[in-house]
T-cell receptor, first 115, second 116 residues
Framework: GQQLNQSPQSMFIQEGEDVSMNCTSSSIFNTWLWYKQDPGEGPVLLIALYKAGELTSNGRLTAQFGTTRKDSFLNISASIPSDVGIYFCAGQARDYGGSQGNLIFGKGTKLSVKP | GAVVSQHPSRVICKSGTSVKIECRSLDFQATTMFWYRQFPKQSLMLMATSNEGSKATYEQGVEKDKFLINHASLTLSTLTVTSAHPEDSSFYIC????????????FGDGTRLSIL
């Protein structure tokens, strides 16, 4: 089945540094989503991308839908302590019937920020 | 907008008990709801997908008689873990999606289920 490779697995950074993480796939997606999950809570949607090449920002977060439709990255600028958490990418493709398929999740990037 | 409420947030019960978890979309109509299971330090594993008024579609390896899903209205889906055992202990998360197009899934806050 489809799989997403998300890297890095974890990051330890200093407050104020920029962060970059990415997801790659062997197959094409038509939607890329980035979520953040805090301990004991459900994932919260950060950015949704619907078009190859699309670059979208949400405050200090920027994400891009790769032109090959097989990858996406998320950047966080000037990190702050509350950025700590696990970030998941998720891809979605249409199934054979043309309907939206299920979300395929990456394994997550655990971000730790040192004040 | 796009708030999904999941209840209860935590359940501790004895082996053999059946446990019901509710998932509600508070400010939108959820054409499709999803149930996931998450083990510690791992990603989300899809268990089943349900469309309002239809039978749920279960992923391979998920026992439909064990995990009963009901999606009776456009704002409510329930997951019942029947005759729960310690190996069913996990973090269960629901999500909801509006419409049939590209709308993203919005997640509830999860239910921590502990079976003694």
């Amino acid at each position: 089945g489809q799989q997403l490779n998300q890297s890095p697995q974890s990051m330890f950074i200093q407050e104020g540094e920029d962060v970059s993480m990415n997801c790659t796939s062997s197959s094409i997606f038509n939607t890329w989503l980035w979520y953040k999950q805090d301990p004991g809570e459900g994932p919260v949607l950060l950015i949704a991308l619907y078009k190859a090449g699309e670059l979208t920002s949400n405050g200090r977060l920027t994400a891009q839908f790769g032109t090959t439709r097989k990858d996406s990255f998320l950047n966080i600028s000037a990190s702050i302590p509350s950025d700590v958490g696990i970030y998941f990418c998720a891809g979605q493709a249409r199934d054979y019937g043309g309907s939206q398929g299920n979300l395929i999740f990456g394994k997550g990037t655990k971000l730790s920020v040192k004040p | 907008g796009a708030v999904v409420s999941q209840h209860p947030s935590r359940v501790i019960c004895k082996s053999g008990t059946s446990v019901k978890i509710e998932c509600r979309s508070l400010d939108f109509q959820a054409t499709t709801m999803f149930w996931y299971r998450q083990f510690p330090k791992q990603s989300l594993m899809l268990m089943a997908t349900s469309n309002e008024g239809s039978k749920a579609t279960y992923e391979q390896g998920v026992e439909k008689d064990k995990f009963l899903i009901n999606h009776a209205s456009l704002t409510l889906s329930t997951l019942t873990v029947t005759s729960a055992h310690p190996e069913d202990s996990s973090f269960y998360i629901c999500s909801a999606r509006q419409g049939w197009g590209n709308q993203p899934q919005h997640f509830g806050d999860g239910t921590r289920l502990s079976i003694l």
